[in-house]
């Protein structure tokens, strides 16, 4: 007996010892790979409960071990907890999206402010009824009109900007260039009232980029109305930027200023794509804009403003119909006053907007189109590209394109995306995000789901599991030790 | 009289109580220190119901610890408090059961040790 008992004190004192080793190995991670899974049964100690509550239903049980919890608005966020400095990670959903057209996970990265967020697709719609063959990889797609290429491989060495190629999700590292571009100093006008926040894309070779904008403030509301027109090159950098100030109209009892004009002239610049942001708010009305580019195109919104209600504030308005060159998938167009009301010719269907401040959506079948505006005062939104005519329209996000929308022009899309999978009534996708650039806070990242149409449709997401595996380098075993030492002399 | 067996077996059952319970406290410390590396892998709650079920069975075959010298005695007892103060302190992060099961017990050996004490 007193052996039994000696084995058994040893056993009892050396478990603890054990289960510490055991932890601190797991901790430490030196297979490269941790995996941890939320199912909403009950809290996990690494992934955080979907908030914030009021966007959610309560977890709600389907089985005996089986639960989900509902979105009932979006975004909401989880946040998970890194044990060590970790690669990359991959994040596997379950879920059910019945309605939403883009179902997406973000993931909250280091940026100009605190809300930057790198999207991934769970479920693309669009993307999911293309009826092309496909080869897949572990992480890409590749869909094709005509079978032109075996493997992904011989098509990233091959293909060529003309052949009606579309990137999605994935970078290919491949500059934009429009071949055959004739740059030229003749200076074009597009005479068309906009109103507040726009980005656009531009295209230069050999060339200066110039432009010069006509604004007027409305003075509308109390306070002052700056303009910031920002240049950012192809890789997003900020590389220029000029402040108009207020007109020093302050009241919004004041009438409207007089013309004032920004000039943009910005020589040897690399050839290549520009966004420039025209960053404002709604008091701002850029009555004009004069320019040496061939190419401009507006990204996601376009609010027109030749109408009307604003003639208290600019005589001199021209308030004939504007027709836009669109290739967004999914069109939403919005007024603000009863003068907006109007019927728009969207290709050859036409959208009543009967109502003020409600957002009308509009699914294209064949893109591009035109879209015409009888009345103006129309707020047009939209995931795609806008110009005010087709010889001005080009679309440099072909290589990194925001969402698809099947068009003549394209013969190939290869996206880091695949379809979902349908696992038991639930469809089940992945992605894998590079933690580089992520933002660490407590040693937590923090992740947003997202369906950018779902507020408005009254859509409902349900999410069964969150799975997330952490991969950085597998450790040598001097690697291991000195880690160990270092986490003990850490504690002493 | 104790027979041998029964000894031996009060001394692994007050070991696997003083050791289940310091285990927690110095877990509960490492987690201070680095979230994560006890809680991402382990259920912490799993230790004090370790201590808490060896702590019942030891009074129970120990008749209130009559078996054990003082020393042993006052430092069970000691244990204990330390373990069920820390328990009510930072029950926050327990589970509700385990909080429940824990004042009950310890409203039941108070009022054992008081009747004990005043007999």
Redesign the interface.
């Known amino acids: 007996?007193?052996f039994?008992?000696r084995i058994?004190?040893i056993l009892?004192?050396l478990?603890?010892i054990i289960?510490?080793a055991?932890?601190?190995y797991?901790?430490i991670c030196p297979s490269g790979v941790a995996t941890?899974t939320y199912t909403f049964k009950e809290d996990s100690?690494?992934i955080t409960r979907l908030f914030p509550e009021n966007r959610l239903s309560d977890p709600i049980q389907i089985s005996k071990d089986n639960y989900y919890q509902q979105i009932n608005q979006e975004p909401v966020y989880f946040e998970t907890?890194l044990?060590q400095k970790f690669d990359s990670a991959m994040i596997n959903i379950e879920f059910q999206n019945p309605e939403s057209s883009l179902f997406q996970l973000g993931l909250a990265t280091i940026g100009d402010d605190d809300w930057n967020y790198q999207f991934m697709p769970l479920d693309n719609k669009s993307v999911n009824d293309l009826n092309w063959s496909k080869i897949e990889t572990d992480n890409l797609t590749l869909w094709q009109r005509n079978d032109k290429y075996k493997t992904i491989d011989s098509f990233l060495k091959n293909f060529t900007n003309e052949e009606g190629v579309a990137i999605y999700n994935y970078d290919v590292k491949k500059e934009f260039k429009i071949s055959g571009y004739q740059s030229g100093d003749e200076i074009r006008s597009f005479d068309h009232t906009i109103r507040g926040y726009h980005n656009f894309y531009t295209y230069i070779e050999n060339e200066e980029l110039y432009f010069n904008f006509k604004v007027q403030d409305i003075n509308r509301k109390t306070g002052p109305d700056v303009l910031n027109v920002n240049v950012y090159d192809a890789e997003n950098n900020k590389i220029y930027t000029k402040r108009l100030d207020d007109d020093g109209y302050l009241s919004n009892l004041d009438p409207a200023s007089l013309p004032r004009y920004v000039t943009i002239s910005l020589g040897n610049l690399k050839d290549g794509v520009y966004r420039i942001e025209l960053d404002c708010e709604d008091e701002i009305f850029i009555r004009q804009i004069k320019t040496k580019q061939k190419y401009l195109t507006f990204i996601e919104r376009l609010y027109l403003a030749d109408n009307p209600e604003y003639s208290d504030g600019f005589v001199d308005m021209d308030f004939s119909p504007v027709s836009i060159y669109s290739s967004v998938s999914r069109i939403s167009l919005e007024t603000a006053h009863p003068a907006g009301l109007q019927e728009v010719l969207i290709g050859s269907s036409r959208l009543s907007i009967i109502e003020t401040h409600k957002k009308y959506y509009f699914d294209v079948n064949t893109s591009p189109l035109i879209i015409t505006s009888q009345k103006n005062d129309l707020k047009i939104y939209g995931n795609g590209l806008f110009a005010f005519d087709k010889d001005s329209y080009f679309n440099p996000e072909m290589f990194n394109l925001k969402n698809f929308q099947e068009s003549d022009n394209i013969n190939f899309l290869l996206a880091g995306y695949h379809e979902p999978k349908s696992v038991d009534g639930w469809l089940v996708n992945g992605q894998t995000f590079d933690l580089d650039k992520a933002q660490i806070n407590n040693?937590k990242l923090r992740w947003m789901l997202s369906s950018p149409e779902m507020n408005d449709l009254d859509g409902k997401i349900r999410i069964k599991s969150i799975k997330i595996t952490y991969f950085k380098e597998p450790m040598t075993w001097e690697e291991f030790w000195a880690k160990s030492i270092n986490f003990i002399k850490k504690?002493i | 009289m104790m027979s041998d067996n029964q000894k031996y077996l009060i001394k692994i059952i007050n070991d696997l109580f003083l050791v289940s319970a310091t285990t927690f406290f110095l877990f509960y410390g490492i987690e201070g220190i680095k979230t994560g590396l006890i809680s991402n892998y382990f259920d912490l709650n799993i230790l004090p119901i370790i201590s808490v079920a060896s702590f019942i069975i030891l009074i129970k075959i120990s008749k209130n610890f009559e078996s054990l010298d003082s020393s042993g005695k006052f430092l069970n007892q000691l244990v204990f408090v330390i373990l069920f103060s820390f328990l009510i302190f930072f029950g926050l992060h327990l589970s509700i059961l385990l909080k429940i099961f824990v004042i009950i017990l310890f409203f039941i050996i108070s009022i054992q040790f008081i009747i004990k004490t005043n007999k």
Do not use: C, E, Q
């Open positions: 007996m007193k039994l008992y058994a004190r009892i004192y478990t603890p289960i510490f055991s932890l601190f797991l901790d941890f100690p690494v907890r044990s040693r504690f």
